[in-house]
């Protein structure tokens, strides 16, 4: 499999989000189907909640968007200025509540049944999905006003 | 028996409902990723509920190419209207990996809802 990286600076206009997860499978051709599918929605809902809950900072004018394939390793990278100090603990904590699951299923679905019991306008879903359904690894740091989140599965 | 059919469709989802007789069929074609998916769906499931009155409703996903996270919500909203109004609907999956896991998710919470069943096309 070919080894790159790919990196953009990314205005937060919602049509782009569908040409980057095209692109991603794309460039992925010759990978699994399911790893392909995988990294496109897990490059959308990242991108997803850049655009809906992030802010423009000093340190973050735009959105960054960094993808990156090895032999043994898939990497995605979102960093967006932080909109409010709530949405940023709501991200780190679901980030925390998917990292400590043992069974990745469990908050996906523990949401679930809470939509169902009483829909709400915020899903709430796609942090955990990415854990169950992408079967990625995430991680979160914030810094200067930009907080980013990393998604990283191995390739095999 | 004559075949009725409405067509909903914006920003590359489609969502076409085919009556015959008693039997109702939604299949879904596309993408739907929308920043607010149920900014269209929550008035054309509005539609469907009124269309579907009194039919059996087969709910096909299997030619769906992407959801995002946001279309769950007013999925799981439709399948609890259709079940509180005693509707029987059939949800179908592909085999293609999203779509199973989706499959195996909507089948764990609808034990709840007796009027909808779900599986896989085909399967």
Not at chain 2, 21 to 43: E, N
Not at chain 2, 62 to 78: G, R
Request: charged share 25%; net charge positive; aromatic share 6%.
């Amino acid at each position: 499999m070919n080894e790159f990286t790919m990196e953009a600076q990314i205005e937060p206009v919602w049509g782009t989000i569908r040409s980057i997860r095209a692109e991603i499978k794309a460039r992925l051709d010759g990978h699994a189907e399911g790893i392909r599918n995988a990294a496109g929605m897990v490059a959308s809902e990242l991108l997803e909640n850049a655009m809906k809950y992030g802010e423009t900072a000093p340190t973050a004018s735009t959105i960054k968007f960094e993808f990156s394939v090895t032999s043994e390793l898939l990497r995605l990278a979102v960093t967006n200025g932080i909109g409010s100090s709530t949405d940023l603990e709501r991200l780190t904590s679901r980030i925390a509540e998917v990292n400590s699951a043992e069974d990745k299923a469990k908050p996906y679905m523990r949401r679930l049944e809470q939509l169902l019991e009483q829909p709400a306008e915020r899903s709430g879903l796609g942090i955990y999905r990415i854990g169950f359904e992408g079967k990625f690894g995430l991680k979160c740091s914030a810094r200067d006003g930009a907080v980013t989140v990393v998604a990283t599965r191995n390739t095999k | 028996m004559t075949t009725q059919t409405s067509r909903y469709e914006q920003d590359g989802l489609l969502i076409l409902l085919t009556k015959m007789g008693k039997k109702a069929l939604v299949t879904w074609q596309g993408a739907s990723d929308a920043r607010d998916p149920s900014a269209f769906l929550g008035p054309v499931f509005e539609r469907l509920l009124v269309e579907v009155k009194g039919c059996d409703v087969t709910i096909d996903f299997s030619a769906l190419e992407y959801m995002n996270s946001s279309t769950v919500s007013p999925i799981v909203t439709l399948l609890k209207a259709l079940n509180a109004q005693g509707i029987h609907a059939q949800v179908l999956f592909s085999n293609v990996d999203w779509q199973q896991t989706h499959r195996r998710c909507m089948l764990a919470i609808t034990r709840v809802l007796p009027h909808v069943k779900v599986g896989t096309k085909g399967g």
